[in-house]
């Protein structure tokens, strides 16, 4: 025994699972490509043209065509316009590209149960235990990719492995149209391998850090003390030591999507002053801000409840061109249906928001700028 060294074991992994993470190969514009066969081989990007928007607005994806001229999602229209100025711009038809992802869960369906939608277009699936009682989850994998074209014909790509993060990480792998594998024997060698930026969740501030400690692939990470990565990046640095050694137990998470998320409060003492129902309007919708930012999600739809002292209640939504999320928002849209609506004289026993419509935040920053004026 060795007197006055501390020596810690490695933390141990679950390889029992199997997981499957499916992404749709440039989703928007491979669907806007398959809808108008005549712009095949055109660069398309999904962002409406700068020219339209006096430059504002963001790239939500572009497809391969338009990526060999450097463009890229989130990046600004107007940049995607210098390095692609015959590029087919397209804001972006978000009703039809759900009517699809619906179409793709249902595909899922038929493999798993244990499906966790990441956006409308990447979801995990746990095939551990499948309908199809496949041993194989690369089988699964290639008989998804085969559904998926029959059913919609589009690509995707798919990430195999034990684990959530790295099959997220091979999905990107071999795209358009690839399956990756990582098997728990290859999983150290696939992870110390890639460059730093590819580890899903350290985004680019955090890659400038991980550059200054000298991190610049997985490699680098994978031989840094835990508790330095813990003391330079806090709880990312707890969670990165595990998953370059391969390890993230987190389970697939069965995803019941919510419809709607609101608040409503019911009042001892009627309101019966415009200055107390602005003052509940204002307080409701920093409730709803606050459930939408922990659901991550945004709407386009808001509904105003309002139940009178004699118990009438009336309800009036008024659906918006974007999404919304922000409390001022919510409130300023809020407060125009109750001057449309509005009875004082009665007395409010009860006031309620709620924003429907709901869409994940995956794509929050690249949507809302399409819209801009």
């Known amino acids: 025994m060795e007197i006055g060294v501390v020596r810690f074991d490695e933390p141990s992994k679950d390889t ?8 749709m190969d440039a989703f928007f514009a491979s669907v806007e490509e398959r809808d108008h066969p005549e712009l095949k ?15 504002k607005g963001v790239v939500a994806t572009a497809n391969y065509v338009a990526r060999t001229y450097g463009v890229h999602s989130a990046m600004s229209a107007q940049k995607a316009y210098e390095l692609c100025p015959k590029g087919v711009f397209i804001s972006g038809n978000y009703e039809r590209y759900r009517e699809i992802s619906a179409k793709i869960r249902e595909i899922f369906l038929n493999y798993t149960d244990i499906i966790e939608p990441l956006s409308l277009d990447e979801a995990y699936l746990d095939v551990t235990e499948n309908k199809k009682e496949m041993k194989s989850a690369t089988f699964i994998a290639q008989s998804i990719q085969k559904d998926v074209w029959d059913s919609v014909r589009l690509t995707c790509s798919a990430g195999v492995s034990y684990n959530k993060f790295i099959a997220k990480l091979a999905s990107d792998f071999k795209k358009p149209a690839g399956v990756t594998v990582v098997t728990p024997d290859e999983a150290l060698t ?13 985004g680019k ?3 400038e850090r991980m550059h200054d400690s000298g991190i610049f692939n997985g490699e680098d990470l994978y031989q840094k003390n835990e508790m330095d990565l813990i003391r330079s990046f806090g709880k990312m640095g707890y969670s990165l030591y595990r998953k370059v050694r391969g390890i993230d137990d987190s389970p697939v998470r069965i995803s019941r999507e919510r419809k709607s998320v609101g608040r409503e409060n019911t009042y001892n003492k009627n309101l019966v002053t415009e200055n107390e129902i602005i003052a509940e309007l204002r307080f409701l919708s920093n409730k709803v801000q606050h459930s939408l930012r922990k659901e991550q999600k945004h709407g386009k739809t808001i509904v105003l409840k309002v139940r009178y002292s004699d118990f009438e209640t009336v309800t009036k939504r008024h659906t918006l061109p974007h999404y919304i999320k922000d409390a001022e928002e919510i409130f300023f849209h809020a407060q125009n249906i109750w001057d449309e609506i509005g009875q004082l004289k009665k007395g409010i026993r009860l006031l309620g928001i709620t924003v429907t419509t709901l869409d994940p935040l995956t794509f929050e920053n690249i949507v809302l700028p399409l819209w801009e004026n």
């Not at 029992?16 to 992404?23: A, G, M, P, T």
């Not at 081989?41 to 430059?55: D, E, M, R, S, V």
């Not at 696939?190 to 350290?202: D, T």
């Open 205 to 207: 501030k955090t890659v």
């Open 190 to 202: 696939f992870l110390r391998n890639l460059p730093i930026e590819k580890f899903y969740g350290v």
């Open 41 to 55: 081989g055109q660069p398309i990007i999904i962002a409406k043209h700068p020219n339209l928007t006096k430059g």
């Open 16 to 23: 029992s699972r199997k997981i499957i993470h499916i992404d």
